[in-house]
C-alpha cells in the first residue's frame, strides 16, 4: 500500500507533524525509531514547554504529543527505518527487509549526544561514564562527579546532579561559559558545583567491575596534566545530527544537518520534508522542533494537494 506521508522520528517534531498530518486526514505512519519521544524521554523537569506552568517531565510531554497525534488517526510503530530511496517516486523506506512505499517524507530524527572519543568512555560507558545525568545521577548518591561541558545541557545536568551527588564538578575547555545567563547564575549559586576552568580530559580512568576511580585532566593553558579523583563522569558537550541514514539522499550542512529551504521545511528531493534537530543546528527546542513538525506536515499537505494526491 502506497502511504502518503511517512514520518521518521517521534521527538517533538515527528509527533507534531503526526498530529498535523493525521488532522489532515493524510493518515501518518510514524516511524518512532531506537528513542521513542526522542531526547525529552531522557530528560526531567520541561520547564520552558508552553502551556506548562509548573513544568511537566519530558516522558509525560512525549506521551501526551503521541496520544494526541493518535487520537487523529496516526499510527505510531516503534520501528527503526534502516534504509531509504529519494531517487524516484513514490519514495521507499525499508525496516530491515519491510519496504513500505509513499508520496511524502518527513525526517524527524534529531540529535544525539557528543562524546569525547575517549577509548575509556565507550568502554565505561553505563559503568560511571554517562551521557544522560536524568537517566543515570540516581546512582550516584553522596558521590563525586565531573560534568564535561559549558553549555546550556551542562548546567541543567551540574544542576540536577546535585540532588543525589555531594559535589559535582563542571569541566570546562575555557574560561567562560557557553550556557545562558539563568542557566550559569543557577549553576554558580548551586554550592555543590564548583569548576575545572581551562581543563579537559585526557583520560578516563577504572575498570569495568569496579566502575570509574578518576580522570586525568589537562589545563589548556600550560598543557599541564593532573588526576583528579572522581566515581562519574558525564557528557554534556552537544549533539550530534541522526543523519547517517541519509548521507548519500540527502544535501547536509558541514556539520551534517540536514538542509532545508529558507523559511520552509523542503529539502532538495520533492516531497521530502526535514524538521527538528535534525535540520536546526542553532533553536534545539522542544517547542522550535514542535515548531518545525507543523510546518512539515502543513508543507506536505500543500504538496500534496498541489501534485493532485488528495
Ligand atoms: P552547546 O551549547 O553546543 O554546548 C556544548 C558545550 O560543550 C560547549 O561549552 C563546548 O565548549 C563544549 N564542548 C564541545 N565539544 C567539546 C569537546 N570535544 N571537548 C570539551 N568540550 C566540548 O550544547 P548544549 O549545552 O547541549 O546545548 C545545545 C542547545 O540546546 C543550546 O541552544 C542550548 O541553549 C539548548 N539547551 C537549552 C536548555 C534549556 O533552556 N533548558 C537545556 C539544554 C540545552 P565551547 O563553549 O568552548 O564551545
New binding site residues.
Given amino acids: 500500500m502506497n502511504r502518503k506521508v511517512i514520518i521518521i522520528g517521534s521527538g517533538p517534531a515527528g509527533l507534531t507533524a503526526a498530529v498535523y498530518a493525521a488532522r489532515a486526514n493524510l493518515k501518518p505512519l510514524v516511524f518512532e525509531g531506537s528513542q521513542p519521544g526522542g531526547q525529552l524521554t531522557i530528560t526531567t523537569d520541561v520547564e520552558?514547554y508552553p502551556g506548562f506552568p509548573d513544568g511537566i517531565m519530558g516522558p509525560e510531554l512525549m506521551d501526551l504529543f503521541r496520544k494526541q497525534a493518535q487520537r487523529f488517526g496516526a499510527e505510531c510503530h516503534f520501528k527503526h527505518v534502516s534504509k531509504v530511496d529519494f531517487n524516484q517516486r513514490p519514495y521507499k523506506v525499508w525496516v530491515v527487509d519491510e519496504e513500505y512505499s509513499t508520496d511524502t517524507v518527513i525526517i524527524a530524527t534529531g540529535a544525539t549526544a557528543?562524546l569525547?572519543g575517549l577509548e575509556a568512555e565507550t568502554r565505561l560507558m553505563g559503568r560511571g561514564v554517562s551521557a544522560c545525568a536524568t537517566c543515570d545521577g540516581f546512582f550516584y548518591k553522596d558521590k563525586k562527579v565531573l560534568i564535561?561541558?559549558?553549555?546550556?545541557?551542562?548546567m541543567?545536568e551540574a544542576t540536577f546532579l546535585t540532588k543525589f551527588a555531594s559535589e559535582v564538578w563542571i569541566v570546562?575547555?575555557?574560561d567562560e561559559l557557553?550556557a545562558?545567563k539563568i542557566m550559569q547564575q543557577r549553576a554558580f549559586d548551586n554550592p555543590k558545583i564548583h569548576f575545572h576552568w581551562n581543563s579537559?580530559i585526557l583520560e578516563i580512568h577504572g575498570t569495568v567491575e569496579s566502575g570509574v576511580s578518576g580522570v586525568t585532566l589537562l589545563d589548556t593553558t600550560n598543557n599541564e596534566s593532573r588526576e583528579e579523583a572522581c566515581d562519574g563522569v558525564f557528557m554534556?558537550?552537544?549533539?550530534i545530527p541522526n543523519t547517517s541514514l541519509f548521507e548519500d539522499e540527502m544535501e547536509l550542512d558541514k556539520k551534517k544537518y540536514i538542509v532545508t529551504e529558507n523559511g520552509s521545511t523542503a529539502t532538495k528531493h520533492p516531497g521530502v520534508f526535514a524538521c527538528g534537530d535534525v535540520q536546526d543546528s542553532y533553536y534545539?527546542?522542544a517547542v522550535t522542533a514542535a515548531g518545525t513538525g507543523c510546518m512539515a506536515a502543513i508543507d506536505a499537505e500543500r504538496f500534496l494537494e498541489e501534485e493532485g494526491h488528495s
Fill in positions: 520552558n557528543r569525547l564535561v561541558g559549558g553549555g546550556d545541557s551542562a541543567e570546562h575547555r575555557r557557553r545562558s579537559t554534556a558537550i552537544g549533539h534545539r527546542q
